[in-house]
């Protein structure tokens, strides 16, 4: 008998030539990796799954990717939207006419390098924003005062110092707080007369090459991370280019960007927008009061209640429009207080006390939630399978009717005071510009599916049976989606999402259902959720071995939250594997699973320290490890661990930086410091995989594919000069490694690779005892 909650519908290298003998390989390399038994990934045995090829690192990716900007404490992005009609003028977002992406007019083509990668944003655009931007105060500044000059020590104040003197700025903050307007008057105020807007998409080493001579340049929200850092390089080059052009170049990143500057103090300005009471008041003063005193209808309890936090400057733009309809007459004082912080909490009852929603309407709204930031035909396909489940409960004798041409999506977004924009959805295949929805209140999402678990739970069985299908869709940002819903859901009632649809995931079978599992899991740990680690720790001691396996997955998509604890409980797991013994059919993959997560732990803790010469968390982790190569119950995690910690890049497809490869370079080699015994702790790992029979192979691809990141990498290549005679400690030692430096292959070049050539110099063959 089914319970309520059943679901109704059920390889590059060149032959060695005759210099190499007629062995073939050279001294102490073995042949052209084939499939190797002991590389990471190739255990037999295991169940068949086509997730199960992802990388925890590529899964790890996905989850921050496709998760909505809220869930990862980042602000909703207002910026981007059509808001009912045209914006006003405002401090740092203020447009007037059609608001696309962010309210720039400019169109950024995605394709080839041949194509355009910059688009003139128009002067009148500019100077219309000057008449009525607001300047932020500095911190001595506090009189609440519209901002028509700034301070020098204000966030304008700084940064437009930094522009001056190095003719390149990077302002940092949410999209929220009008960053972009005010790098926009940044560039005004050191006298440009032109203006360009440079594609974020650009790679920091790159933008050198778009610049104008005599033009101001912005760059509006590149995207920076420990796996694309700006470094001080690019800075520089950057710096040199612009004084030789005449010109200048504001970046604008968010609010926790990672820019190694070199001079101590982060590299960036944090942007702060002006007091909501100044940014108010310097509004009102451009619209028609009728005749009614800016600081009379500031001082309204309604218009004084909607102040009581910190709003989104593109929310506060709107809400001074509405006070001037207030005093021209135009608006009800009802209205306007309808404004208040409380607005999402009373909106989202409404729509579900509400008769004149249908369930259909009812449906659309909680896939809305579910999927808000993403693009609008997923979100209202995957509704009518959501309002289809509900009618089952509502009415089992009627069969849903979906009305193929009912109300126009144009209708159904504002219906659900949502709005349309475009925006460039990242796929498999690259960047799509899609047409997407959200809602307009950015706490809307999480308060509507709190109100749905908690307030309704008649839906329940509609929702866990619909929460699992997208779990076991194809595409990936809907399984995400399902994920998220659920990390709201635990957080708002641990125990029964639990029951409901995180642990009934976790033993399913197939990885898709277990990653899900996880995401959810990782999730809810960023809301905030309790007991996220202790129930990791549970799983990952289980005696089923699926939920053992979710929980290793899980620690690769959250454990550099708790790096020592995360990588400790995966040494241990792997230690219970070990003496178990090889007969287990899924010893091979569960090993390796395991070794990905720690890989995956291990390297999103080195990036969490990209700021530090002493490696953070990593310095500690990794020493520990190269001494357990020692011990032969742990020593085959360890070096499957290294060998996947080798491979993953700071680019998404694999051509950038490998991340071991940037924190052994990024850390300190003064003898005595962490960063030292980091540096050698790495070689020493290296060392050992490459003198181990079963590793060699691995550890020499893995090489072979780091000479060639630093082909055009001068950091990655003063890396790995640094590294290579560390592993010269004999005489096999270095002829293995000159071996492969002169025997690389690039492409359809016969000759090595210049790179593979410079570093072999720095190898010198030991003196004889």
């Known amino acids: 008998m089914s ?38 990934g190739s255990g037999a045995g295991s169940e068949p799954d086509p997730e199960a090829e992802q990388h925890a690192w590529d899964s790890r990716r996905d989850l921050y990717r496709h998760s ?34 962010g309210g720039s007019k400019v169109e950024y083509r995605l394709g080839g390098d041949e194509e355009e990668r910059s688009g003139e944003i128009p002067v009148a655009e500019v100077e219309s924003l000057a008449r009525t931007f607001v300047f932020p105060s500095g911190p001595e500044d506090d009189d609440g005062l519209p901002g028509d000059t700034w301070a020098p020590d ?156 910190r709003r989104p400057v593109a929310e506060l733009a709107r809400f001074a429009g509405r006070i001037a309809a207030y005093a021209r007459g135009d608006l009800t004082l009802a209205d306007l207080a309808a404004f208040g912080h409380y607005a999402a909490e009373r909106q989202v009852r409404a729509w579900f006390d509400s008769t004149e929603q249908t369930l259909h309407d009812k449906a659309f709204l909680i896939a809305l939630a579910t999927f808000n930031e993403a693009p609008y035909p997923l979100t209202a396909e995957l509704s009518d399978v959501l309002f289809g489940l509900l009618q089952r409960i509502e009415n089992p004798g009627e069969p849903a009717r979906i009305p193929v041409f009912g109300t126009s999506s144009a209708q159904r977004v504002e219906r659900a005071q949502a709005d349309r924009y475009q925006e460039a959805e990242d796929t498999e295949w690259g960047p799509v510009l899609q047409t997407k929805v959200q809602f307009r209140d950015p706490l809307t999402a999480i308060t509507l599916l709190r109100e749905v678990w908690t307030g309704h739970p008649s839906a329940r069985p509609a929702l866990v049976t619909w929460l699992r299908r997208l779990a076991d869709d194809p595409r990936p940002v809907v399984r995400t989606r399902a994920a998220s819903t659920a990390a709201v859901l635990a957080q708002t009632d641990l125990p029964s999402t639990m029951a409901l649809l995180i642990r009934p995931w976790a033993t399913e079978r197939r990885l898709r259902a277990r990653l899900a599992a996880g995401n959810a899991l990782a999730l809810a740990h960023h809301l905030g959720t309790p007991h996220v680690p202790r129930i990791l720790r549970e799983w990952c001691a289980a005696d089923d071995h699926r939920l053992r396996r979710a929980a290793v997955r899980t620690y ?33 993959d569960e090993l390796d699973e395991l070794a990905q997560s720690a890989a995956a732990v291990l390297l999103a803790a080195g990036q969490n320290a990209a700021g530090r010469r002493d490696g953070g968390a990593a310095a500690e982790l990794w020493p520990w490890l190269a001494a357990l190569a020692r011990d032969g119950q742990v020593r085959e995690f360890v070096l499957h661990a290294f060998v996947h910690a080798c491979g993953p890049t700071d680019s998404g497809d694999g051509a950038g930086r490998p991340l071991l490869l940037d924190l052994f370079g990024r850390a300190e080699a003064t003898a005595g410091t962490p960063g030292a015994l980091l540096r050698q702790s790495l070689a020493a790992l290296w060392r050992t995989a490459l003198n181990d029979p079963l590793y060699s192979a691995s550890g020499l691809s893995a090489m072979r594919g ?64």
């Open 556 to 588: 690769a998509l959250v454990g550099d939250a708790f790096p020592g604890e995360a990588v400790g409980a995966l040494l241990e797991a792997a230690r219970v594997l070990s003496a178990r013994g090889r007969p287990v059919p899924t010893w091979p």
């Open 154 to 309: 204000s966030p304008f104040g700084l940064a437009l110092a930094r522009l001056r003197e190095h003719r390149v700025a990077v302002l940092s903050g949410p999209a929220t707080t009008g960053r972009r307007a005010g790098a926009l008057m940044l560039l005004r105020a050191v006298g440009s007369t032109a203006y360009r807007a440079l594609d974020p998409a650009l790679s920091p080493g790159r933008l050198a090459g778009e610049l104008r001579d005599g033009c101001g340049h912005l760059i509006d929200d590149l995207p920076t991370s420990a796996e694309q850092p700006l470094r001080e390089h690019h800075l520089r080059a950057l710096s040199e280019k612009l004084h030789a052009a005449g010109s200048h170049l504001v970046i604008v990143v968010g609010p926790h960007p990672v820019v190694h500057s070199g001079d101590g103090d982060g590299g960036h300005v944090p942007w702060r927008p002006p007091e909501p009471s100044a940014l108010l008041r310097g509004i009102l003063r451009h619209e028609d009061l009728a005749g009614h005193d800016p600081d009379a209808l500031l001082a309204l309890p309604e218009v004084q209640s909607a102040l009581g936090h």
């Open 68 to 101: 909505p900007g809220i869930m990862l404490g980042r602000s909703a992005r207002l910026g981007g939207s059509l808001v009912g009609g045209d914006q006003h003028g405002v401090s740092g977002g203020q447009v007037t006419g059609d608001v696309i992406l």
């Open 706 to 769: 780091w000479v060639r990141a630093a082909a055009h990498d001068p950091e990655a290549e003063r890396a790995l000069a640094g590294l290579l005679p560390l592993l010269a400690v004999s005489v096999e030692d270095t002829k293995r490694l000159v071996y492969l430096l002169e025997n690389l292959r690039g492409g359809a070049d016969p000759a090595p690779p210049a790179v593979a050539l410079r570093l072999r110099g720095v190898l010198s063959p030991p003196s004889a005892p």
């Open 3 to 40: 319970t309520p909650y059943d679901d109704p519908a059920t390889a590059d290298e060149p032959a060695p030539d005759a210099a190499a003998g007629p062995s073939g390989p050279g001294p102490g390399e073995g042949p052209e990796p084939g499939p190797d038994p002991a590389a990471p």
